[in-house]
């Protein structure tokens, strides 16, 4: 069975410093990775996604994620937070010929100005 | 574009009533899900469709009922509402099982 983890409930970042968002996931085959970002009374958005190919992903915002197939991690990272990016992110995975797709709790992450 | 439209955006219900939570894309999408979310539990899928005329059960299916009689619609059926139903419930659609979910705005519900 597929599953992912994200084992910060929490992440406190000072503005302008890197940031990062851990995911581990679980799968039997090779896996669909995606991170996704709820910002408050909304519904997720998407941010990027892994496939296949380049270990190094780039999406919205200016976040990035590194496949690491032998640590089976996905982590979200950007270069210089925003104090725009606190929000509630989530990590999934989807395991290849599964239709479901299994989120993580969710990390909240928090900006500090 | 409207994308994923979810309605309503808010329901008290007493326990033992029913009701069905309204989902329709316009994209075209064949993939539909329906999940709900509770505080520091993420997201829970309850039910899926792959195309119209299929469904199939999530990882806490119990106590609903869905349909997909059409591609654009998805409705979530509550039959016997009870407390532990209370929760956010997303609609989401994707075009393909590696692509992006585009999610609705989410429905707020409480049983009491």
């Known amino acids: 069975a597929q599953s992912v983890?994200?084992?910060?409930?929490?992440?406190?970042?000072?503005?302008?410093?890197p940031l990062t968002v851990k995911c581990t996931y679980s799968v039997s085959g090779n896996p669909?990775?995606?991170?996704?970002v709820q910002y408050p009374n909304r519904?997720?958005?998407?941010?990027?996604?892994?496939?296949?190919?380049?270990?190094?992903?780039?999406?919205?915002?200016?976040?990035?994620?590194?496949?690491?197939?032998?640590?089976?991690?996905?982590?979200?990272k950007k270069p210089s937070a925003l104090v725009s990016d606190s929000a509630l992110y989530f990590c999934a995975v989807r395991e290849r010929?599964?239709?479901k797709l299994t989120f993580g709790t969710g990390?909240?992450?928090t900006i500090i100005p | 574009n409207a994308g994923v439209t979810q309605t309503p955006k808010f329901r008290i219900l007493k326990i033992?009533?029913?009701?069905?939570?309204?989902c329709t894309q316009d994209m075209n999408h064949n993939y539909m899900y329906w999940y709900r979310q509770d505080p520091g539990m993420g997201l829970k899928l309850i039910y899926y469709s792959v195309g119209a005329g299929?469904?199939?059960?999530g990882e806490v299916p119990n106590g609903y009922n869905v349909s997909r009689s059409t591609t654009e619609d998805f409705p979530l059926r509550l039959e016997l509402a009870a407390p532990?139903?209370?929760?956010?419930?997303?609609?989401?659609?994707?075009g393909a099982s590696n692509e992006k979910l585009f999610f609705g705005s989410g429905t707020q519900l409480s049983v009491l």
């Not at chain 1, 983890?5 to 410093?17: K, S, T, W």
């Not at chain 1, 990027?48 to 991690?73: M, P």
């Open chain 1, 97 to 99: 010929g599964n239709e």
């Open chain 1, 43 to 76: 519904g997720l958005q998407f941010l990027l996604k892994y496939i296949t190919g380049d270990n190094l992903v780039k999406g919205s915002y200016g976040f990035e994620a590194e496949f690491n197939k032998s640590q089976t991690s996905f982590h979200l």
């Open chain 2, 54 to 57: 299929i469904t199939d059960k």
């Open chain 1, 107 to 109: 990390t909240r992450l």
């Open chain 2, 84 to 94: 532990s139903q209370t929760s956010v419930y997303f609609c989401a659609s994707s």
């Open chain 2, 16 to 22: 033992g009533q029913s009701m069905t939570l309204q």
């Open chain 1, 5 to 17: 983890a994200q084992p910060e409930d929490q992440v406190n970042v000072a503005e302008g410093n």
């Open chain 1, 32 to 36: 669909y990775l995606f991170w996704y």
